[in-house]
């Protein structure tokens, strides 16, 4: 999407919401069910929003809603687009750079993804702390876009002050969590086994197809973040069996209740700490 695009679709949300959300949540393969736990909603389809597509992919809702979640206004975006669709990388991370024109300064990504890391098995919850590029390709190249920073520093790219709250809220709920590093893939194919040696050698412990993108896009744009991953399969050559789609999802649904959960005790403390 391109500047005018772009702030068409700013004003297009603004006139639909009577508030500015304090937290932008985006909802990965299967977790979309947390959006139906907002409260006071309003629901706006991708295809509403000015020079948005349909969302394409089966777990992918492709919606916003907007209201209140465990005291925060949030807006919640149930599905994201891929650079496996075809859709350029404008368009992938132009959700991301909506949020921020709207004036939201905080933002929690969710995604599915397999396990490179042989500890962890599917279910797990894995605290973001770093990340891979592996896509081959970086958002923001060209022009740099008005409001966002040329070259944003990405040493610490998911906010430390956020990831030791969302550690604190999974001990009070006796989450396990883990924490590793996430490398971002184009797919759509899922990996060879060679590539998940290549990926557990460089360090990644979950692969994975999204995320990476807006997360430098929301850095660009001095966004805090703070991000998850549902492990929902072991990576290619781990396990025997053959991976799928629906595999992700049954494994999104039965993790519904305690990552909600996690998600859900995470807001309610930030609204605890801006309060303090």
């Keep these: 999407m391109d500047s005018a695009a772009l702030e068409h679709a700013v004003t297009s949300l603004?006139?639909?919401?009577?508030f500015t959300p304090?937290?932008?949540?985006?909802?990965g393969s299967g977790l979309g069910a947390l959006?139906?736990?907002?409260?006071?909603?309003?629901?706006?389809?991708?295809?509403?929003?000015?020079?948005?597509?349909s969302a394409g992919v089966v777990g992918h809702a492709g919606r916003y809603v907007a209201g209140t979640l465990e005291g925060r206004t949030v807006l919640?975006?149930?599905?994201?687009?891929?650079?496996?669709?075809?859709?350029?990388?404008?368009?992938?991370i132009?959700?991301?750079?909506?949020?921020?024109g709207l004036g939201i300064d905080t933002i929690l990504l969710t995604n599915a993804a397999g396990g490179v890391n042989r500890g962890f098995v599917p279910g797990d919850i894995m605290l973001i702390e770093d990340h891979l590029n592996m896509m081959g390709r970086n958002p923001l190249i060209g022009d740099a876009a008005e409001g966002e920073e040329r070259f944003p520093d990405m040493s610490v790219a998911y906010d430390a002050e956020l990831r030791a709250l969302a550690e604190s809220v999974a001990l009070e709920r006796a989450v396990p969590l883990r924490r590793g590093v996430y490398a971002a893939v184009t797919g759509p194919t899922y990996e060879t086994p060679a590539e998940i040696r290549m990926l557990s050698l460089l360090g990644a412990d979950a692969v994975g197809m999204s995320?990476?993108?807006e997360v430098i896009a929301a850095r660009a744009r001095g966004m805090r973040v703070l991000a998850f991953s549902l492990i929902t399969n072991h990576a290619a050559g781990i396990s025997?069996?053959?991976l799928s789609h629906d595999e992700v999802l049954e494994t999104g649904k039965a993790a519904a209740e305690t990552f909600g959960g996690l998600v859900r005790g995470?807001?309610?403390?930030l609204g605890e700490s801006d309060a303090g």
């Design 14 to 18: 603004r006139e639909r919401l009577p």
């Design 94 to 100: 132009a959700p991301i750079r909506i949020g921020a």
């Design 211 to 213: 995320t990476v993108p």
């Design 76 to 92: 919640v975006q149930s599905g994201r687009f891929h650079v496996y669709e075809g859709h350029p990388a404008s368009l992938v």
């Design 266 to 269: 995470v807001l309610r403390r």
């Design 35 to 53: 959006a139906d736990a907002v409260e006071d909603r309003i629901e706006i389809p991708f295809a509403e929003v000015p020079g948005f597509p």
């Design 240 to 242: 025997l069996d053959p």
């Design 22 to 27: 304090d937290v932008m949540l985006v909802l």
